[in-house]
């Protein structure tokens, strides 16, 4: 299975457990959390993708580093984790992210300008792009 159906399948099913505890939000950013660190500490990573470690090693080190707000959300990673799809992490993260803007009508624009934009013109873009029917929307600076 390709990493980008592993993907939107994990997802699907993490965001409806998330919908189900009124978590959302909060389960986003645990992922989130974890695959930037997956993708930004090399260390992490080597360590995280280590055969030669134990899934248990591999727990106590994540339950360490985000166990601290809840538990109950380290246990979708440790899922994750244990059914070998960690390395699949910001796949995971990224289809969350498209079903959660997509359930709060979110339209996510990246733009690439000359010049950064003004604060004004940012606001104006955003009330025009919020004229077509869109709940809320994110600009963001494409360089």
Do not use: H
């Amino acid at each position: 299975m390709i990493k980008s159906q592993v993907g939107r399948r994990y997802s699907k099913a993490i965001f409806d457990i998330a919908e189900e505890k009124n978590q959302v939000k909060e389960i986003y950013e645990l992922l989130n959390s974890a695959m930037v660190l997956y993708r930004t500490d090399k260390g992490f990573k080597n360590f995280i993708r280590n055969p030669l470690i134990s899934n248990e090693e591999k727990k106590l080190v994540l339950n360490e580093i985000f166990g601290k707000d809840n538990s109950d959300n380290l246990n979708i990673l440790l899922y994750i984790l244990d059914k070998g799809r960690i390395n699949c992490i910001k796949y995971i993260v990224a289809e969350y992210l498209k079903i959660y803007y997509r359930k709060n009508r979110i339209l996510d624009v990246r733009a690439t300008f000359t010049k950064e934009l003004t604060e004004e013109q940012k606001k104006k873009l955003i009330d025009k792009l919020s004229q077509k029917n869109w709940k809320r929307n994110q600009l963001r600076n494409k360089n």
